[in-house]
Every structure is written in C-alpha cells, then in structure tokens.
T-cell receptor, first 113, second 113 residues
Framework: EAQVTQNPRYLITVTGKKLTVTCSQN?????MSWYRQDPGLGLRQIYY???????DKGDVPEGYKVSRKEKRNFPLILESPSPNQTSLYFC????????????FGPGTRLTVT | AQSVAQPEDQVNVAEGNPLTVKCTYS??????LFWYVQYPNRGLQFLLK??????LVKGSYGFEAEFNKSQTSFHLKKPSALVSDSALYFC???????????FGAGTRLAVHP
C-alpha cells in the first residue's frame, strides 16, 4: 500500500530536549516536505527536499532542521524545542508524475511544555 | 506575496442541500489547484485537482470544483451534502514553476441532519 508514515503520532516533551520526528514514504517520490498546522493558519511549510541531499527552507524554518540521506526518509529535528513549536506536524511526499498532488502522513501532535 | 484565501471559517448546511466551499488565490503563472479534506485525527486526503482543460473537475465522494480564471477562484461544490462530509477542507495552490503548495487556512464544513 502506498503510504507516508510518521512516528511518533503523539509526543509530549519539555523545553530544550532534542527530539526527532521520522517520516518515510514507499512511493519513490522525489519531493518531501514538512508542514505545521495551527488553527486559523492552515498548513505552513517548514522545509522541503527535492531529492537526496537537497533541501531548502520553507516559510517557517526557524528552530527546525531536516536531512535527506535516503530517498524514502525525511526526518524533522527540533534541537531545542520551545513551547511555540507546539503544533500538529505533517510530512508529505510527491513527484511530477502525480502533477504535484501531495500524499500526507497521519500527523504528529507535539506538545512542548 | 502569493496567497490563498478561504473566506469562510465555517460553512453550515443541512443534509441533502447543495454545498459550496469558497477559495480564491493570488499566485504567479498558471497554477495547479487542489482540494484536500481532513477528518478528525487524520492526515489530509486528496479530493480533486485542476491542472488544465475543462473548468469543472470531478473528484472523490461526489465533490466537484469549478475553476474560474478571471475571478481566480476554485470553489468546491457538492450537489447533495451528507452528514459524513463534515470535516475540515483545505484549498491549495501550486504557483506556476514552483515545487510547493500554498494552503488556505481551511474551512470547517458542518452538515446537520
């Protein structure tokens, strides 16, 4: 089954404790992206990747890091989380063959206290 | 700045009545246009897209959308609403030549029995 998986689905952590949210896709897509969803703001892009070892900032990259060492994986790293990063996070993948239709993971709800 | 607007935070409709969820955009080039739906505790699911051709596109679950180039709009419609259509709906636009989607803030659709 074609899918995007994320782990963990729920995470509660404290300010400053480094964390990683994993994302994996099995569709051999070139592009992957991370979004955060906040009420009234829709989805805002954090980072995206055009291929292995190629990443670029989205609209709200501050406080986040990403890496793309393998085509299928695109982890999101918060090196020193802060309460304003409490949000719902989505990973997505796509390619030109699908006319840029994006496939989304189930989401990770992060709470930083 | 490129943007997507969903002017209604919430749309209420009675079951069996037609529904419209509005979307307008301001982006460069010839855009690709998408609608996604989000059910509680789920990721975003693709509904339909407009790339080129007929201005009326049909998608999943009986939804359709009409592209209007002069009004830069892409409204989502359904002839007869179901209670199970109640969800959060996002309009998204890929500006011409870009490898990203810009999302609207979302519209919550509530269908009452």
């Amino acid at each position: 089954e074609a899918q995007v998986t994320q782990n963990p689905r729920y995470l509660i952590t404290v300010t400053g404790k480094k964390l990683t949210v994993t994302c994996s896709q099995n569709m051999n897509h070139e592009y992957m992206s991370w979004y955060r969803q906040d009420p009234g703001l829709g989805l805002r892009q954090i980072y995206y990747s055009m291929n292995v070892e190629v990443t670029d900032k989205g609209d709200v990259p501050e406080g986040y890091k990403v890496s793309r060492k393998e085509k299928r994986n695109f982890p999101l790293i918060l090196e020193s989380p802060s309460p304003n990063q409490t949000s719902l996070y989505f990973c997505a993948s796509w390619d030109r063959r699908s006319s840029y239709e994006q496939y989304f993971g189930p989401g990770t709800r992060l709470t930083v206290t | 700045a490129q943007s997507v607007a969903q002017p209604e935070d919430q749309v209420n409709v009675a079951e069996g009545n037609p529904l419209t969820v509005k979307c307008t955009y301001s982006v460069s080039g010839n855009p690709y246009l998408f609608w996604y739906v989000q059910y509680p505790n789920r990721g975003l699911q693709f509904l339909l897209k407009y790339i080129t051709g007929d201005n009326l596109v049909k998608g999943s679950y009986g939804f359709e959308a009409e592209f209007n180039k002069s009004q830069t709009s892409f409204h989502l419609k359904k002839p007869s609403a179901l209670v199970s259509d109640s969800a959060l709906y996002f309009c998204a636009v890929r500006p011409g030549g870009y490898n990203k989607l810009i999302f609207g803030a979302g519209t919550r659709l509530a269908v009452h029995p």
